[in-house]
């Protein structure tokens, strides 16, 4: 089956705009998470979502990050008038609602803000 | 909140010698100790985790054990091969059935040396 999939795989974008990625969960998983990997450096949780529950965005930067998740399946991070400091591998991860604690990592969008 | 520390940041092996890589955590609550590994370019990938319920578990060379008293968790390698260098990451969850979100150690980059 699929893993999680996660578009673009790159994004480059100037300083200042507006940029949308997206995350595929596996089919079934009702737990999504995005986290960022800045370069040589740990993992930075983001954002959580679970079912229809509110998600847990205790993890965001700042006010120009936003995510959503429609249809309790596909999710999309936003982040708006970018900055050179939001650089970084932006990852997805998935998981079941009953092992919530076993996430599936997607291949990650890197994103370079020029 | 959770603070997870992880040392040593970067460990060079002569392949077929151990391999520890050390956690500590801060929270006595978490009760889910993940360990992933990521390899260059790749996306992290769960390799063995173990819960606040169990001192130690092994997965053929790989075995994780688990101090709740002292809040550390170690991830030992043996018989380690060059295919076992990659930036290793604990983490630590107070996760339920339903998840939290994970907070991950900095990472330590293993080298294999042939």
């Known amino acids: 089956g699929a893993g999680v999939s996660q578009s673009p795989s790159n994004k480059v974008t100037e300083k200042g705009k507006d940029v949308e990625l997206r995350c595929d969960p596996i089919s079934g998983h009702t737990a999504l998470y995005w986290y960022r990997q800045s370069l040589g450096q740990g993992l930075e949780f983001l954002i959580y979502?679970?079912?229809?529950?509110?998600?847990?965005k205790s993890g965001l930067p700042s006010d120009r990050f936003s995510a959503e998740r429609t249809g309790g399946s596909v999710s999309t991070l936003t982040i708006q008038r970018t900055q050179q400091e939001d650089s970084a591998v932006y990852l997805c991860a998935s998981s079941f609602q009953d092992r919530a604690y076993e996430q599936y990592f997607g291949p990650g969008t890197r994103l370079t803000v020029t | 909140g959770e603070n997870v520390e992880q040392h040593p940041s970067t460990l060079s092996v002569q392949e077929g010698d151990s391999a520890v890589i050390k956690c500590t955590y801060s929270d006595s609550a978490s009760n889910y100790f993940p360990w992933y590994k990521q390899e260059l370019g790749k996306r992290p990938q769960l390799i063995i985790d173990?819960?606040?319920?169990?001192g130690e578990k092994k997965d053929q060379r790989i075995a994780v054990t688990l101090n709740k008293t002292a809040k550390h968790f170690s991830l030992h390698i043996t018989e380690t091969q060059p295919e076992d260098s990659a930036v290793y990451f604990c983490a630590a969850s107070g996760a339920d059935n339903y998840g939290q979100n994970f907070v991950f150690g900095p990472g330590t980059r293993l080298s294999v040396l042939p």
């Open positions: 173990i819960r606040s319920n169990v």
């Open positions: 979502f679970q079912g229809n529950s509110a998600p847990d």
